[in-house]
């Protein structure tokens, strides 16, 4: 079963418009983290937000925020504002405490294209 | 965090010959990871290379396509074996990191095609 399921795989914004990707999980762990990484067309991944099992407000860090609806097991990214700089693959990935290998479990993308 | 640099950052290659991907991080760390990505998808684990001990492949991966070395805390090589043209990939080394949000950080990459 899919552990990390993003169900977009591309969206069209329009600049300065605030987008919502969408990421579900699964996991019978209840220590786990949710992380979102942006990969612009150069090819790197560029950490964004952290969302912790147990931490009781939502992550934010500048214009990404992370809706974190733990019974709903989502942990959204939301990009206020957006940019033509935006425009890049986005991922979300899980790591669950049990894990001592500290692996990440990945979903299979967002490609969002910021229009001007 | 931690800055981590790759050699090459892309190539060209012949079915049937080999490629050694470098790794370097600018300080010192334990567990070091290499991904695998083809074309449009996803990042796929190959294998995880603590210094140490053998790394370990994920399925679907084994030693003898994929060597790894990891000689010290700040380096590791991942050589591709015998390419084939589905080896076409970028390659990304990562690290775990201990701190605010114990993330990976990753290198910028090596962009593989493999003719």
């Known amino acids: 079963a899919q552990k990390i399921t993003q169900t977009q795989p591309g969206m069209f914004v329009q600049e300065k418009e605030a987008v919502t990707l969408d990421c579900t999980y699964d996991?019978?762990?209840?220590?786990?983290?949710l992380f979102w990484y942006k990969q612009p067309s150069s090819g790197e991944m560029i950490f964004l937000i952290y969302?912790?099992?147990?931490d009781q407000q939502n992550a934010t860090e500048g214009r990404y925020s992370l809706n974190f609806q733990k019974a709903r097991k989502s942990a959204n990214l939301v990009i206020s504002a957006s940019q033509l700089g935006d425009s890049a693959m986005y991922f979300c990935?899980?790591?669950?405490?049990?894990?001592?290998?500290?692996?990440?479990?990945w979903g299979a993308g967002t490609k969002l294209i910021i229009k001007p | 965090s931690a800055v981590i640099s790759q050699k090459p950052s892309r190539d060209i290659c012949q079915r049937g010959t080999s490629l050694t991907i470098q790794c370097q991080v600018d300080s010192q760390v334990t567990m070091m990871f290499w991904y695998r990505q083809q074309p449009g998808q996803s990042l796929t684990l190959i294998a995880t290379a603590n210094q140490g001990s053998e790394a370990t492949y994920e399925s679907g991966f084994v030693i003898d396509k994929f060597p790894i070395s990891r000689p010290n805390l700040t380096f590791s090589t991942l050589t591709v074996s015998n390419m084939s043209p589905e080896d076409s990939s970028i390659y990304l080394c990562s690290v775990y990191l201990a701190g605010n949000y114990n993330e990976q950080f990753f290198g910028p990459g090596t962009r593989l095609t493999v003719l």
């Open positions: 990935a899980m790591r669950e405490g049990r894990d001592s290998n500290y692996q990440l479990i």
């Open positions: 996991t019978s762990d209840p220590s786990y983290g």
């Open positions: 969302q912790g099992s147990y």
